[in-house]
Structures are given as C-alpha cells and as structure tokens.
C-alpha cells in the first residue's frame, strides 16, 4: 500500500479510513510519503512498524535544471510582465482553502506597504480563484500579482522567481517545491508535513509557522535586501534536490522494497 495524503480535508475521506485501516494492517508493506508521515499514522491507525517505511518522492533535476550561478532570467520574467529589477515570489499548486495562497497575497501587500519592489506569481487553477483575486484587490496590489492559471510545463514561471514558497496548512511531501529546487530557487515552507526533511534551515530556505504571515514577512525581507543571498540557497537547492531528491534514487528505493518483499 502506498500513502500520499497525510491530512484528510473531507469527512467522506476521514470516515472512508474506518474500512482502509484495517485492510493497511494486513498488507504486506505500507509505503510512505516522508518519515513525518509515516509516524503520524503509525501512531493513528495502529500500523505495524515493521511493515512501514518511507519514500521520499524524486524529481527529474535534469528537466528542471536551470542557469543556478544568478538571477532569474530577464526573459522568462518579461513574459509575465515582470522587470529586472522586481523581486518576484511565486508559487505553484492548485487554488484550493489548504493551499492558503491567500498568506502570499498578504505577505506581498505588507511588504509593498514598506516601500519594496516585490511581486508574486500564483500558479495554478482551482475553486479559490476569484476569492484570492478579489483579496488581491482589496489589498491593492491587483498589479503587483500575477494569476496565469495552469500550466502544462511550470518551468517558466519557476525561472521568472526569485524565491518559491509555499504556504499550505497541510502537504505530504511537496512535488512543486522539489521541482522549485530543482530550478535552483530557494524554497521558504510552512512548517507541515515533511517539509523539515526537505528544507536545511538557512541552507536552502526557511520554514515558518503555517499561517504566521508576519514571520513569512520577515524571512522574504531579509531576502529582498540580500538578493546574492537567495541565489546561493537556489545554488544548495539544486545541489540538495540532485543529491537528495532525485527521481533515479526513488526508483532505485522502490528496486529495493521489491526486493526485500
């Protein structure tokens, strides 16, 4: 059995766990998304440690391999409108209530209000689109955020940033945030799911408390004012997700839980 979801956000998925978890401590193995993960269920559904273990999951580095040695290229910011000078924050995920995207537009309207030239890019589509639109608006900072929906290949957008953050309530083990790595960007993360195993504090990005904006404020100010600093955490980012993270290694971990099985 594998396990990619580690809070439920539906009481239909919550109650669907009274017929699964027994049929989980029955099989042969459970697979999970990361070590956080994995003792959290452990712990809920009564697993049998033995027959756990996590798997990390792997990002293709050379499909999102990126120029890591400086800024964002000029070029990709330009198609969305930004400049040269702009310090672009971005994301990538679906418009959805745990998602809180809502945390970047307010990060962005606080630091705009103490006169910095920051701007985000929010990718993605999903029901909470008109709802982070219209904070948008009443933020006032309508022209300082992009919203250019889904994207087949996300890796323009991920040029176009400076930093990638994420600001989700609940994640597993985050896809978008390996592939922001990949790209060499520095990762800033709330603090959930296995994010811990993926973030080296101050190496290649920060955590912060989920929901705390005026920490998220901070952590992006310190950045804006050292911009040589964000491009060296995007230069350990890439090396980490190539080390770390890697699609070949999480096929090779998979070789081998077939094997021991």
């Known amino acids: 059995v594998t396990v990619n979801t580690t809070e439920f956000v539906s009481r239909k998925q919550a109650v669907q766990m009274v017929l ?5 401590r ?10 956080y993960q994995l003792g959290l269920w452990i712990e809920r559904y009564r697993l049998t440690r033995v027959k756990c273990r996590y798997i990390h999951n792997g990002v293709d580095s050379d499909h999102f391999l990126a120029h890591i040695s400086g800024p964002p290229s000029i070029d990709h910011r330009a198609v969305f409108g930004f400049g040269p000078e702009d310090f672009v924050v971005g994301t990538v995920g679906k418009l959805r209530p745990e998602k809180q995207q809502g945390d970047l537009i307010e990060a962005v309207a606080r630091l705009r209000a103490k006169g910095l030239r920051v701007f985000a890019l929010i990718v993605g589509g999903g029901e909470k689109g008109p709802a982070l639109k219209k904070q948008a608006a009443v933020a006032g900072v309508t022209d300082y955020i992009r919203f ?5 290949d996300v890796r323009p957008a991920l040029a176009a940033m400076d930093v990638f953050v994420l600001s989700s309530l609940s994640e597993t083990f985050s896809n978008a945030a390996l592939e922001a790595m990949a790209m060499g960007r520095p990762v800033v993360l709330s603090d959930v799911g296995g994010a811990r195993e993926m973030v080296w504090e101050g190496v290649n990005g920060h955590l912060y408390p989920a929901s705390e904006v005026g920490h998220l404020v901070s952590i992006l100010e310190r950045l ?17 997700a190539v ?15 077939c094997g021991d099985m």
């Open 148 to 152: 250019p929906g889904e994207m087949s």
């Open 26 to 35: 029955r099989a042969d193995g459970v697979v999970f998304g990361c070590d």
């Open 20 to 24: 699964y978890a027994p049929l989980m």
């Open 224 to 240: 804006v004012a050292h911009p040589s600093t964000a491009w060296r955490m995007g230069e350990e980012a890439h090396r980490i």
């Open 243 to 257: 080390e770390q993270f890697s699609f070949l290694r999480m096929v090779d971990e998979y070789d081998v839980l």
